[in-house]
């Protein structure tokens, strides 16, 4: 419905979200494709899921197995693996008889499938976990930070935080630990500081430096912009 009470699409879909860029998501006969602004089908109900695009291609499942296709419709890499996610710097993650690798933008498997679980690639790295711990291969697929971590998320200005025995610190990109696990959780902020936690919900902001620049004093801290961030203390929510 428009500004002025008009139905510009007409009720005729099970389900649909919200606009993400010029296409719409819609559910009609239990089957999901895709609408534009102006409420037309652009690509008939015809998948069993479907997600948004992401640079130029979009996630679909049909006979219970992902792929990809462009804003036209057109398959662009068929429906062949058991999952997919979505592209990100040109590569994209794909499941195959339950282990992960990843496709470039043509469909060409780049790094065969072989991970229990992976991330994206920042930085030309991405963290991957073999046997249940976590590590991280380069654009080749080549092992550069042994498996060793519980967890492990991307690499940010050449930094990233890692997880050992429950506790959350920070590695340089050759695996060296430049922060020991001993949060219980870290967040990179602006530039070079971390939101980091420890005694449960006392919260305190952290530099590279390891230059404390908040004390240990807040239930909760939310990044607002560059130079204000949003507290809690006591219950109570200042900036």
Known sequence: MDTRGLEKILPIYQQKFNFQGEQNLVKRNGLWGYIDSTGTEVIAPQYQEARYFSEGVAQVKRNDLWGFIDSTGKTVIPCQYDYVRDFFNGMAAVQKDSLWGYIDSTGKLI?????????????????????????????????????????????????????????????????????????????????????????????????????????AQYQYIF???KNFFQIKNNNLIGI
């Open 223 to 225: 990044s607002l912009n």
């Open 111 to 215: 790094i065969a499938p072989q991970f229990q679980n992976v991330r994206s690639f920042f930085e030309g790295k991405a963290a991957v976990q073999k046997d249940s711990l976590w590590g991280y291969i380069d654009l080749n697929g080549k092992l550069i930070v042994a498996p060793k971590f519980e967890n492990a998320y991307e690499f940010f200005n050449g930094k990233a935080h890692v997880q050992m025995d429950s506790l959350w610190g920070i590695i340089d990109s050759t695996g060296k630990l430049v922060i020991q696990p001993q949060y219980q959780f870290i967040q990179f902020l602006n530039g070079n500081l971390y939101l980091v936690s420890q005694n449960d919900l006392r919260w305190i902001i952290y530099r590279e430096s390891k230059k404390t620049i908040m004390p």
